[in-house]
């Protein structure tokens, strides 16, 4: 009796300890349910000029960029079916220029970015290029009390057409999809106090199966010059080390701390960053999104996004 008793109030408590245990969440709104903040497509100006309601009762802590397209999706096409909210903005034709699609009770995100609809012909390598990202400030995540940094996700990539064939110079074209940590030095006696620096992981790009390493500062759109950033080789954190093509679905879970200090030997080693010490830094914001520097037109969904320390 005392044993089925005691059986009895242990899967009473169950729920309670292994809730207590579960580490919080980084990211506050992971399932995307307030919207989005919308900013003008003119990097210059770089202001809110709109906001794409989901939850109408909250205010969006995410921010959707759009760098140097000639559509505003704050001019979109609303439609909400069932529990899924969709806007998108006409391009040329029948083409959409890009979508973006939410399913706050999936927790999905998906976003559809067609560069034929902004491109004439072939980008130039002088022509900046058009993005679609969405970023969000996280919990700040001082990495000197971290025993272990965890990022997960899913997604499958819905779409591609590669518009331009062998006229394409990997060296200028690209259609890049990344997830990426944006994290500040916090240490005043650093050398590299106040600077930030950018852990970015690619989960598409046309031009790789498996992605190279690259350490350094990045071109003519934001982020700005004078940031770091840093892509691991996508065999530290994709499985099999592919990435996934069209109808292909990947589920990422990330321990993030050794490619962290990856970066920063990195970034020391070749004086991009003076001093670059793990514990010297925090992280403060998260991004993804499309970098379209060809013409290209793609669509990835996003789920399950999860950043935690322990």
């Known amino acids: 009796m005392k044993r089925s008793l005691l059986l009895s109030v242990s899967v009473l408590l169950f729920p309670f300890i292994s809730g207590a245990q579960q580490p919080k969440n980084a990211i506050h709104d992971p399932v995307f349910a307030r919207g989005f903040n919308v900013v003008c497509p003119d ?9 794409l309601l989901v939850d109408s009762t909250a205010t969006p802590v995410w921010t959707l960029r759009q760098y140097n397209s000639k559509f505003n999706i704050v001019r979109n096409i609303y439609e909400n079916i069932g ?24 927790g ?23 993005s679609l990202t969405a970023d969000t400030p996280t919990d700040t995540m001082p990495l000197s ?14 779409s591609f057409e590669d518009c331009m064939g062998f006229l394409a110079d990997e060296k200028i ?13 916090v240490r005043r006696e650093s050398l590299s106090f106040g600077k930030q ?18 350490a350094g500062f990045e071109g003519n759109n934001p982020p700005l010059p004078g940031e770091f950033s ?42 991009l960053l003076p001093d670059a010490v793990a514990g010297d830094w925090e992280i403060v914001a ?6 379209m520097k060809g013409t290209y037109n793609a669509s990835i969904q996003v789920k399950k996004l999860q950043l935690t320390a322990r």
């Open 83 to 106: 529990n899924r909210y969709h806007f998108r903005v006409p391009g040329n034709g029948n083409l959409l220029a890009k979508a973006v699609s939410v399913n706050p009770a999936k």
């Open 43 to 51: 990097p210059a100006a770089d202001t809110v000029c709109g906001v």
């Open 145 to 158: 009390d971290c025993k272990g940094l965890r990022l997960s996700l899913a997604y499958r990539v819905l």
């Open 108 to 130: 999905t995100l998906t976003m559809e970015c067609n560069a034929s609809a902004e491109y004439k012909g072939i980008r130039r390598s002088e022509q900046p290029w058009i």
């Open 286 to 291: 998260c991004d993804m999104g499309w970098e």
């Open 230 to 271: 840093y892509y691991p080789n996508s065999a530290m954190y994709i499985p099999n080390a592919k990435l996934p093509r069209v109808k292909q679905s990947v589920e990422l879970n990330v321990e993030l701390l050794p490619i962290v200090k990856e970066a920063l030997d990195a970034a020391v080693a070749d004086n």
């Open 173 to 185: 074209h690209s259609a890049t999809y990344r997830i990426t940590l944006i994290m500040r030095n």
């Open 197 to 214: 620096f950018r852990l970015c992981l690619r989960l598409f790009d046309n031009r790789y199966m498996g992605t190279p390493c690259y």
